[in-house]
């Protein structure tokens, strides 16, 4: 398996545009998380999703922020507007649901807002 | 709040010697416990978990031990080699499948 696969690795915008992060989860994984890193707060966890239905959006920052997955294969993370201080790396996971609880996370995408 | 605290940023530790990572958690829901470790432009990657009901993991050079009435786990290494150098994550999760990350420790082996 080609693991999580995230896209653009690198994304360069300016304040005020839509940003749209993709993720791939790996086939056969229930559940998928995105979360972002930075120095300041570290990783946390925006949302999750198990079986493509939000369980817990209670990490989203604000309105400004939401996320879909419209299938097992694909969700997004949408900004809109982008602001500066969105600035990061935001990484997807995506997990079994077979009690492990292990996470399989992608590269990330990181995020600068000029 | 952070429920899940690495105090320690860095550890400098000599290749072949021993590393311990340490690693606090104040909530007492948490009842499986993971250890992941991040090298620069790449995502974590996982490395090895602990069940609440255990005291002690082991796989290869790496060993989790957990004391749930000090809500403290540690992570050793040994012997610590170049290829250890990263940056490591303690990680926690009460019912659930969400997980709730420490800041991580920045671990450099010297040769």
């Known amino acids: 398996d080609a693991g999580v696969i995230q896209s653009p690795r690198h994304e360069v915008t300016e304040m005020g545009q839509e940003v749209t992060l993709r993720c791939k989860p790996i086939s056969g994984h229930d559940y998928l998380f995105w979360y972002r890193q930075t120095m300041m707060r570290g990783l946390e966890l925006l949302i999750y999703?198990?079986?493509?239905?939000?369980?817990?959006d209670s990490g989203m920052p604000e309105d400004r922020f939401s996320a879909k997955m419209p299938n097992a294969s694909f969700s997004t993370l949408k900004i809109q507007p982008s602001e500066p201080r969105d600035s990061a790396v935001y990484f997807c996971?995506?997990?079994?649901?077979?009690?492990?609880?292990?996470?399989?996370f992608g590269p990330g995408t990181r995020l600068t807002v000029t | 709040d952070q429920q899940v605290k690495q105090n320690s940023p860095s550890l400098s530790v000599q290749e072949g010697r021993i590393s311990i990572l340490n690693c606090d958690y104040t909530?007492?829901?948490?009842?499986?416990f993971l250890w992941y470790k991040k090298y620069p432009a790449e995502g974590p990657t996982f490395l090895i978990s602990i069940s609440s009901i255990k005291d002690k993991n082991e796989d290869g050079r790496f060993t989790v031990f957990l004391n749930k009435s000090a809500k403290h786990l540690s992570l050793h290494i040994v012997p610590s080699q170049p290829g250890d150098s990263a940056v490591y994550f303690c990680a926690a999760s009460a019912s659930d499948y969400k997980l709730s990350f420490g800041a991580g420790t920045t671990v450099t082996v010297r040769a």
């Open positions: 996971a995506s997990s079994p649901s077979d009690g492990s609880k292990e996470q399989y």
């Open positions: 999703f198990n079986n493509n239905v939000p369980i817990d």
């Open positions: 909530n007492s829901m948490f009842d499986y």
